[in-house]
Nanobody, 120 residues
């Protein structure tokens, strides 16, 4: 079993900052990529960004320059630093990890989601 535990959501004013964390635990052989998606009310879930095993990061155009993804390999934890938050960033943010539970495996796991609300 693999579990993801997210933390760090909350209410923030426009222009403010938040940092989300997502820790993976359980039967993990290796991790291919760790990332974040979000889903606003009435909208489909969308890609926010990710960091792959070599350290390369990818971001949606809507968050480039404002959000930063980083990873602590020793803790199997990924972070999403969100600066310059806008009202349209309001959504439930989901952590997503693509990993191997054993050699040759590919397993996709999702976190429970954490609410981020940007409002004055």
């Amino acid at each position: 079993q693999v579990q993801l535990v997210e933390s760090g959501g909350g209410l923030v004013q426009p222009g403010g900052s938040l940092r989300l964390s997502c820790a993976a635990s359980g039967s993990i052989f290796s991790i291919y990529a760790m990332g974040w998606y979000r889903q606003a009310p009435g909208k489909q879930r969308e890609f926010v960004g990710n960091i792959i095993s070599g350290g390369t990061t990818n971001y949606a155009d809507s968050v480039k320059g404002r959000f930063t993804i980083s990873r602590d390999n020793a803790k199997n934890t990924v972070y999403l630093q969100m600066n310059g938050l806008k009202i349209e960033d309001t959504a439930v943010y989901y952590c997503n990890v693509l990993l191997a539970r054993y050699e040759g495996d590919r397993y996709d796991v999702w976190g429970q989601g954490t609410q981020v609300t940007v409002s004055s």
